[in-house]
C-alpha cells in the first residue's frame, strides 16, 4: 500500500465544541452515580468557598479558563460542567491533571458515572464523550486571552493612578512636553484619560 | 559529556536494548551522515536490517565515549508497511505518528515557505522509509560506521538510498547563525544519562522511552506487539535552512553598534556566541561561563529572572526549555532530547548577502509523545506566546514569521518591541520516525508477512 494512512484526516483529532477568535466552548453533561448527588453538592460547596475566601491560585495556574459552572440538575441526576478556554480545552488537560485543579476534577467528577480519573490515558476521549457542543457560543472580546485580559486590567489600574497623580497633571501643563502630547499616539492615550 | 552512570537508577532500563541514537549525547566536535531509504521489496527491506544489524549501536559510551561512532535506524509509519509489519500493528501506532510530518503541517507551523508542498524531495512523499543516520568524534572513526551501513544496503537490490546529507560541527563549534548548541540535555531516571542543569530533577524515563512510566505516572502508548514498542521512541527529523544573511541583515539594521548588534542577538537567542546564558551574563559575553560545562546550564529563571530583563520570556532558549518560568502548564511534560547537527558551509564572517548555499541543521528531537512534546512545543511555545503573556508572538529564531510578527524584550523603562519579523528559517523537510529497540529491529527483520 503506498498511500499515507491518514493524510486525508485533520491534523488534530476533531474536538468538538465551538470556538470565537480565540476562546472556546467546552460543556459536558454527566451522569451522576445513584445516591452521590448530595456528596457532590458538598465537593462544589467547599469550591465555592474556596473561591469565596478569595482563593483564586487554581484560576491563576491553569490561566487559560475565562470562566467555568457546575449546575446539579434533572432531579439530581445530572451534572453540567461549562466552561470557556483560550485555545482548545485539551491542550492542558494532562498539565493540568499534574496540579491541584487535576485533583479538583477528580472531586467532582469521580460522582459521576465511568469518569476514568484525570490522570488516566483515555481522560480525554471520555470528556468527549460526554461533550454536547454548544449551537451558539460569541464572545464580546473574541481576540483577548485571560493572560491578555489580566494584563490589560493592570495596565489600566496602574494608568489610572498615573491620571489621579498631581505629578502628571503638572506634566501636561509643561511646555516642553507639547511635542509628545500632540503625537498621534499620545493623543489616543489622552482620548482614553479623558472620560 | 556527562554520559556516565553515577546515579541509582529508581528503574532499570534495558539501555543495552536502546539505540545510541536515542541518549546518546553528541559527541564535540562531531560528524556524520544521514541516509533516507526507500524500501521496493518487504523481503529486501528484512534481509538489509538483518545485515544493518550488526552495525546499528546500543547503549551509552564505553570508558572513552568520545572516541567511536555509532549508527541508528529509523523507521516512518510508511517504512514499516514496506516492510510487511501486520495492518493491527501498524494501527497500534499514535496518530501523529500514523500520519506522518507533512501531514501535521499546519499544527506545528510548517506553513509558507516552510509548506511540504515546497520540501525538498523526498521528504513528504511516501517514499521516506528509513532514516539511517551516523555520528562520529571524526572522520575515520565514522568512515568506519558508514562502511558497515554501505555493505548492508548496497547488497540489498530492493531497498534504495534516496537521500543523504552530511553534517559535521564547523571549526568555530557553533551553529551556522553562530551559536554554541548541543548544550542543554535532559537528564533521565534510571539511563545514567545525567541532566546539564543541576537544579533540575531528572525526568521519568518514559518520556524518552517506551515501556516505562513517564511524568504522567502512565506508561507511554504501546504499539502492538509489546516486543516491537519497548525500548523504543520516536524521532522528529527535520532538515531546517537557516537564513544567515537575513539574520545578519535584520541585526545589522535595527542596531547601531556591534557591541548593540552583540546584545540584540543575545536577547533573541537567550544565550551569548559561546553558549553563556544572559540570566547568568547579561551585559555581556563571557566565554569562560560558556565554554563550561558544569556552568553553563546551571540556571533557573523565576528567582532572579523572572520578568526575563536578563532573558526575554520570549528568547529562543527559553521558550523551548521554560525551565522553572511562571508559564501556563507544566513544563516537566513537555522535554525533548534535541540534537542539532551542522551542514552546509559557514557564511563568512561579515558577509551581509546570501551566497545562494544551502546551510543550517539537521535536527533531531526526541521523545516518547510526539503530541505533548515535540508538537506541543512547536504549537504552544514556538509559534505563539500566550503561555508567557505575549498572545500571537512567535520565537524571534526559529518561529515561522510572515514580516508582521513582533517580539518583545523586557527593559526598563519601556520594553524593545521588534516588529515585522522575518523568517530565518525554513523548514526543508522532515518525518515523524520510530526508533526501535535493538531486539525489535530483529523482529522487524525477521518478519515473515
Redesign the interface.
Known amino acids: 500500500m503506498a498511500a499515507m494512512g491518514g493524510a486525508t484526516q485533520s491534523a488534530q483529532p476533531e474536538r468538538p465544541g465551538r470556538t470565537d477568535g480565540v476562546a472556546g466552548e467546552f460543556t459536558v453533561f454527566c451522569r451522576i452515580k445513584p445516591g452521590h448527588a448530595d456528596e457532590l453538592r458538598e465537593v462544589l460547596d467547599e469550591l465555592m468557598d474556596a473561591m469565596g475566601t478569595g482563593d483564586r491560585a487554581a484560576l491563576r495556574q491553569i490561566g487559560t479558563l475565562h470562566d467555568a459552572r457546575h449546575v446539579i440538575f434533572d432531579n439530581d441526576t445530572q451534572l453540567l460542567f461549562a466552561s470557556v478556554f483560550d485555545g482548545s480545552w485539551d491542550t492542558y488537560i494532562d498539565d493540568f491533571a499534574t496540579t491541584v485543579v487535576g485533583e479538583r476534577f477528580d472531586r467532582v467528577f469521580s460522582h459521576t458515572e465511568g469518569f476514568p480519573g484525570v490522570k488516566d490515558p483515555n481522560v480525554k476521549e471520555w470528556f468527549v464523550a460526554q461533550q454536547e457542543p454548544a449551537l451558539v457560543f460569541v464572545s464580546s472580546y473574541p481576540d483577548l486571552t485571560v493572560k491578555q485580559i489580566w494584563k490589560d486590567q493592570r495596565v489600566n489600574e496602574a494608568f489610572q493612578a498615573v491620571l489621579d497623580s498631581s505629578e502628571f497633571q503638572a506634566a501636561l501643563e509643561n511646555p516642553a512636553n507639547k511635542e509628545l502630547l500632540a503625537s498621534p499616539a499620545f493623543q489616543k492615550l489622552l482620548d482614553q484619560a479623558a472620560g | 559529556m556527562s554520559a556516565e552512570a553515577t546515579d541509582v537508577p529508581s528503574v532499570s532500563l534495558e539501555i543495552d536494548d536502546i539505540q545510541s541514537g536515542a541518549l546518546r549525547p553528541r559527541p564535540s566536535p562531531y560528524v556524520g551522515k544521514f541516509f533516507v531509504l526507500r524500501v521496493d521489496d518487504r523481503r529486501d527491506g528484512r534481509a538489509m536490517l538483518r545485515r544493518l544489524l550488526p552495525a546499528v549501536d546500543g547503549g551509552l559510551a564505553g570508558a572513552d565515549p568520545d572516541h567511536d561512532a555509532w549508527a541508528s535506524v529509523a523507521v516512518t ?2 517504512g514499516l ?1 514496506a516492510l510487511g509489519v501486520p495492518r493491527d500493528s ?1 494501527d497500534s501506532f499514535p ?1 501523529p505518528f ?3 510530518m ?6 506545528i507551523g510548517d506553513v509558507g515557505e516552510s509548506d511540504p508542498a515546497r520540501w525538498e524531495p523526498p521528504f513528504g512523499t ?1 517514499d521516506v522509509h528509513l532514516v539511517v543516520s551516523a555520528l562520529s568524534p571524526d572522520a575515520a572513526r565514522l568512515e568506519k560506521a558508514l562502511e558497515r551501513v554501505r555493505t548492508a544496503y548496497q547488497e540489498t537490490s530492493g531497498v534504495e538510498v534516496i537521500w543523504q546529507q552530511d553534517i559535521r560541527q564547523l571549526p568555530t563549534g557553533r551553529t551556522t547563525l553562530g551559536f554554541r548548541d548541543g548544550i542543554s540535555h535532559p537528564g533521565i531516571e534510571g539511563s545514567g544519562v545525567l541532566g546539564t542543569n543541576p537544579q533540575e530533577a531528572p525526568l521519568k524515563a518514559g518520556e524518552f522511552i517506551l515501556g516505562y512510566p513517564d ?4 506508561l507511554p ?1 504501546m504499539p502492538q506487539p509489546d516486543v516491537l514498542g519497548r525500548n523504543g521512541t520516536y524521532l522528529a527529523v527535520r532538515k531546517i535552512h537557516t537564513k544567515v544573511a537575513a539574520w545578519r541583515q535584520y541585526l545589522t539594521k535595527n542596531t547601531s553598534s556591534p557591541e548593540e548588534e552583540a546584545l540584540l542577538a543575545a536577547k533573541m537567542i537567550g544565550r551569548w556566541p559561546s553558549g553563556a546564558p544572559l540570566t547568568l551574563s547579561p551585559d555581556h559575553d563571557d566565554a569562560e561561563l560558556g565554554n563550561d560545562p558544569r556552568r553553563n546550564n546551571d540556571f533557573l529563571y523565576r528567582e532572579n529572572d523572572d520578568r526575563g530583563f536578563r532573558c526575554p520570556a520570549g528568547a529562543h532558549i527559553r521558550r523551548v526549555n521554560p525551565r522553572d518560568a511562571d508559564i ?3 513544563a ?2 513537555h522535554h525533548i532530547i534535541r540534537r542539532g547537527t551542522t551542514y552546509g558551509p559557514p557564511l563568512p564572517e561579515g558577509v551581509l548577502e546570501d551566497d545562494g548555499a544551502d546551510r543550517g541543521l539537521i535536527g533531531v528531537f526526541i521523545g516518547a509523545h510526539l503530541d ?1 512534546q515535540f508538537e ?1 512545543i512547536k504549537s ?1 511555545w514556538v509559534n505563539d506566546g ?2 508567557i ?1 505575549y ?1 500571537g508572538e512567535k520565537d524571534p529564531v526559529a518561529g515561522h514569521h510572515d514580516g508582521t510578527g513582533s517580539v518583545t524584550i523586557p527593559q526598563r523603562p519601556i520594553r524593545r518591541r521588534l516588529q515585522d519579523m522575518p523568517s530565518f528559517v525554513v523548514t526543508r523537510g522532515g518525518e515523524y520516525c520510530f526508533l526501535p529497540g535493538l531486539r525489535a529491529l530483529r523482529w522487524l527483520s525477521e518478519l515473515d508477512t
Open positions: 509509519h510508511q508497511r501498524l496518530l500514523r500520519q506522518g507533512a501531514a501535521r503541517a499546519e499544527l511516501s511524568e504522567t505516572g502512565n502508548p501556563i502548564g507544566a516537566r511534560l505533548r506541543f504552544e500566550n503561555f503573556g498572545s
